[in-house]
């Protein structure tokens, strides 16, 4: 099992979009500052996770919330509850 995350910082309120097969472990990394790219913005909440199959599901997830037009309805969805 993989899951594709969303974490907001508490920090500057940005959302962070990243993937991993243990979320446990990777969002203690996270708040305890081991990863690099999001090491100034903690604290973090977990907003969001999707569940997915394999591996290759999980970059393709990735990716396609990374995207513009998917980030922005993403933000949207996270202040309103939902997500198409």
Not at 12 to 36: A, F, P
Not at 50 to 60: K, P, Q
Not at 64 to 70: N, Q, V
């Amino acid at each position: 099992m993989f899951y594709v995350y969303i974490l907001q910082s508490q920090k500057d309120g940005n959302l962070y979009i990243g993937r991993t097969n243990d979320l446990d472990r990777r969002l203690k990394e996270h708040q305890n500052g081991r990863v690099s790219s999001t090491k100034s913005r903690r604290p973090f909440v977990m907003r969001r996770y999707f569940s997915v199959a394999n591996e290759s599901d999980s970059v393709i997830l990735e990716k396609e919330l990374k995207k513009g037009f998917r980030r922005d309805e993403l933000k949207k969805s996270l202040n309103t509850g939902g997500f198409a």
